[in-house]
């Protein structure tokens, strides 16, 4: 009976189970729960189950970011849960760097200015680039919600937000007790009909590496013409979405970030996109 408590072999075992199978297998008994709760354990399990790099520093258990990444909670479960109407799990991506690039039209861009402001950028090509992100593992949801502009129950009209955040956002003070809030980058409007609704977060230093020009070759994962269900798409370094939209007036595209207070890092990224 001895070889069914090794604990190298079932530390081995485990490496194959998903959360939920290894919750249930540290329940059975007191030895199982002591070897399923190692650190190690759950480390494997969310860097496999996310298909993420390791980060150098995390300030959180593994099992509780596990729990955090796969217990089906979104943002707008915290912020406006009124407003919210669907969700639909993209992936997650890594920071390698602490800058980001926000796009709303999926083409490489030619070059990456220095000197131009938010607005200008966002005016001239729809994009902006964000300093001081926090680095390391960011999931990415694509949210559905009742357009802001109004309160009305019988209004139909609807928004679609790329929601992307820090791994260990859900589980900051500074998120949970509301002292932190999503500030707005910029907009940027398109007054004329939209063919669809997209957007991207990407690693600046890895734009251009082979796995994220995945990305903006749109005909593989974007859907045809007459297919309005929402795509997305991630790599190791980026997110990007399209939605389709039949005949319209335009799009307003808003770019939204939340801080670790006031000047610290960015932990979350919203672009939303409205129908004018």
């Given at each position: 009976?001895?070889?069914?408590?090794?604990?190298?072999?079932?530390?081995?075992?485990?490496?194959?189970?998903?959360?939920?199978?290894?919750?249930?297998?540290?329940?059975?008994?007191?030895?199982?729960?002591?070897?399923?709760?190692?650190?190690?354990?759950?480390?494997?399990?969310?860097?496999?189950?996310?298909?993420v790099p390791y980060p150098q520093v995390v300030a959180s258990k593994?099992?509780?970011?596990?729990?955090?990444?796969?217990?089906?909670?979104?943002?707008?479960?915290?912020?406006?849960?009124?407003?919210?109407?669907?969700w639909m799990r993209i992936g997650a991506f890594f920071f390698d760097s602490p800058v980001?690039?926000?796009?709303?039209?999926?083409?490489?861009?030619?070059?990456?200015?220095?000197?131009?402001?938010?607005?200008?950028?966002?005016?001239?090509s729809g994009s902006c680039k964000l300093n001081n992100i926090k680095t390391g593992i960011w999931i990415a949801d694509l949210q559905l919600v009742r357009c802001?502009?109004?309160?009305?129950?019988?209004?139909?009209?609807?928004?679609?937000t790329l929601d992307a955040r820090h791994i260990e956002l859900f589980l900051s003070k500074?998120?949970?007790?509301?002292?932190?809030?999503y500030e707005v980058l910029g907009s940027y409007d398109i007054k004329k009909h939209a063919d669809g609704a997209s957007g991207g977060i990407f690693d600046v230093k890895h734009i251009r590496d082979p796995s994220t020009s995945e990305v903006?070759?749109?005909?593989?994962?974007?859907?045809?013409?007459?297919?309005w269900q929402p795509k997305a798409i991630v790599t190791l370094h980026g997110v990007a979405v399209n939605t389709n939209l039949q005949e319209n007036e335009g799009l307003q595209i808003k770019y939204h970030a939340m801080r670790a207070g006031?000047?610290?890092?960015?932990?979350?990224?919203?672009?939303?996109?409205?129908?004018?």
């Open positions: 009976m001895s070889g069914w408590y090794e604990d190298d072999l079932w530390t081995e075992i485990a490496k194959y189970l998903d959360g939920k199978s290894l919750v249930k297998l540290a329940s059975t008994c007191r030895w199982f729960n002591q070897v399923m709760m190692e650190e190690c354990i759950w480390k494997f399990a969310c860097l496999r189950d996310l298909q593994w099992i509780h970011l596990y729990a955090s990444a796969f217990n089906g909670s979104h943002s707008y479960m915290f912020r406006q849960p009124e407003k919210h109407i669907d980001a690039f926000l796009m709303e039209k999926l083409i490489l861009p030619v070059r990456k200015s220095q000197e131009e402001t938010t607005q200008k950028m966002l005016q001239s802001p502009v109004c309160d009305l129950n019988t209004c139909d009209g609807t928004m679609q500074g998120y949970q007790d509301g002292s932190w809030e903006f070759d749109l005909k593989p994962w974007v859907g045809k013409a007459d297919d006031t000047d610290g890092e960015v932990v979350a990224i919203r672009i939303s996109q409205q129908l004018l």
